[in-house]
């Protein structure tokens, strides 16, 4: 095993999470089986990956809180639709990382509340903030609350982000349909804790990026800083998925029309920092969607703001196996776990192998 022991403890409480999970989950359907309503029924087997309550369960919960201000949601809100009428509370939070200093590129890692694995195999490879010489770099994990385990999560949530400061969470559900306000979240953090950061990127924990070439070659550090700008993998014309079948199904009643504006693919998009506090606000006064880099581009609509196109290449939504030479003329690679990451990177660093241009 290449994992030194700081790495296995985090993958034995993995572990003992997944098998909880995974009975909670048998659990859970069997339960629902007999009790819910034919229509409910149908929704949740036909769309497995769509985590929502009960609408019995929801009105229950409402008679003993505030009914008044549940009931007119509860009535004509779809269940995708998300909730983003207010700010969500920090429940762990960083406000201070930016007081001495002006991040030339901060790293915004989307993770789940159990991803400990990812984010140590992150911080040892391309999360690492000394990477560039002379560059300053700053790297925060985002996530939420787990839905089933979060008070038992909370506690080594908190040891892990006291010893690395390096996470943020706040008080929302961490499930697929809520990775918006994971972003949002981001987002809020840039505009209030790091205006002052001049590029951003939204990455996902599941990508090989390549901050050094990011830096040295998209975002020119001695160039005058652009404004306004969002670069990726570019979806043009793009419609929105009307089957609940999919992983990516966005109903009517959430967004209506035929296509979505351009927008980047979610596993990596590189931004200028200003734009963090003009999303931001540009998201209170519109509806949520439930696809987070869909909704920043109907934000970026909203703003008048275009995306802009990068070399062909730079953005790489399917794997391509490593090479090193390859590895190092590009921004991301889509689908790298921790195990292959941490494989591939003693490699990647060697600077022995000079690759030619
Ligand atoms: C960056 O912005 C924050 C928040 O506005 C501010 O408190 C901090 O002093 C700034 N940092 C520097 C190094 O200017
Ligand atoms: C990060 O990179 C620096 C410089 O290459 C290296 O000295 C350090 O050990 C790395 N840190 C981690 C956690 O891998
Ligand atoms: C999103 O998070 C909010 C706040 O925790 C929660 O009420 C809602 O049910 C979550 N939505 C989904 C689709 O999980
Ligand atoms: C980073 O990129 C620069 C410019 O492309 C290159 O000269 C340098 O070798 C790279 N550094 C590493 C550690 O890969
Ligand atoms: C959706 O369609 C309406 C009506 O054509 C239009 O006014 C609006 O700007 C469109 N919104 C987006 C995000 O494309």
């Known amino acids: ?47 497995p990956e769509f985590e929502w309550e009960d609408r019995r369960e929801k009105t229950k919960k409402a008679s003993s809180l505030d009914l008044q201000s ?15 009428s207010k700010d969500y509370n920090f429940l762990i939070n960083e406000p201070d990382k930016c007081q001495k200093r002006n991040p030339f590129l901060v790293l915004l890692v989307v993770t789940k509340p159990q991803d400990f694995v990812e984010r140590q195999a992150i ?4 999360g690492n903030e000394s990477l560039v010489a002379g560059v300053s770099i700053l790297r925060l994990f985002l996530t939420g609350v787990h839905p089933v385990f979060g008070s038992q999560l909370q506690n080594l949530l908190e040891e892990e982000s006291s010893t690395h400061k390096d996470i943020i969470q706040q008080d929302f559900l961490d499930t697929y349909n809520n990775l918006t306000l994971k972003t949002l979240m981001g987002m809020e953090w840039i505009s209030k804790f790091c205006p002052n950061a001049t590029y951003v990127i939204k990455a996902d924990a599941d990508i090989f ?77 519109i509806r949520v969607i439930n ?37 190092s003329k590009l921004v991301f690679v889509h689908h790298f776990g921790p195990q292959e990451l941490l494989q591939i990177w003693p490699d990647f ?8 241009n």
Request: glycine content about 4%; proline content about 7%; overall charge positive.
């Open 291 to 327: 696809m987070e880099d869909v909704f920043m581009g109907i934000c970026l609509y909203e703003l008048g703001i275009s995306v802009t196109d990068s070399p062909w290449g730079l953005f790489n939504m399917d794997k391509i196996s490593y090479e090193k030479c390859k590895f």
């Open 123 to 126: 911080r040892h490879t391309w």
């Open 70 to 84: 549940l009931a007119p949601l509860t009535a004509t809100r779809h269940p995708l639709e998300v909730v983003y």
């Open 1 to 47: 095993m290449f994992l030194s022991q700081t790495q296995a403890f985090p993958i034995v409480v993995l572990f003992f999470f997944c098998s909880a999970f995974l009975f909670l989950f048998v659990l859970r359907t069997e339960r629902w089986h007999p009790e819910t309503p034919a229509d409910l029924q149908q929704e949740f087997q036909s769309s």
């Open 349 to 356: 660093q060697d600077q022995k192998k000079i690759c030619k």
């Open 209 to 285: 990026l390549n901050v050094n070439y990011t830096v040295s070659q998209l975002l020119q550090p001695h160039q005058s800083p652009k404004k306004a700008y969002m670069t990726g993998y570019i979806y043009r014309n793009a419609k929105p998925f009307r089957s609940k079948a999919y992983k990516w199904y966005v109903p009517w009643e959430v967004y209506p029309n035929d296509t979505y504006p351009p927008y980047c693919a979610g596993p990596g998009y590189v931004f200028s920092g200003d734009l963090a506090q003009k999303i931001y606000q540009v998201a209170h006064t």
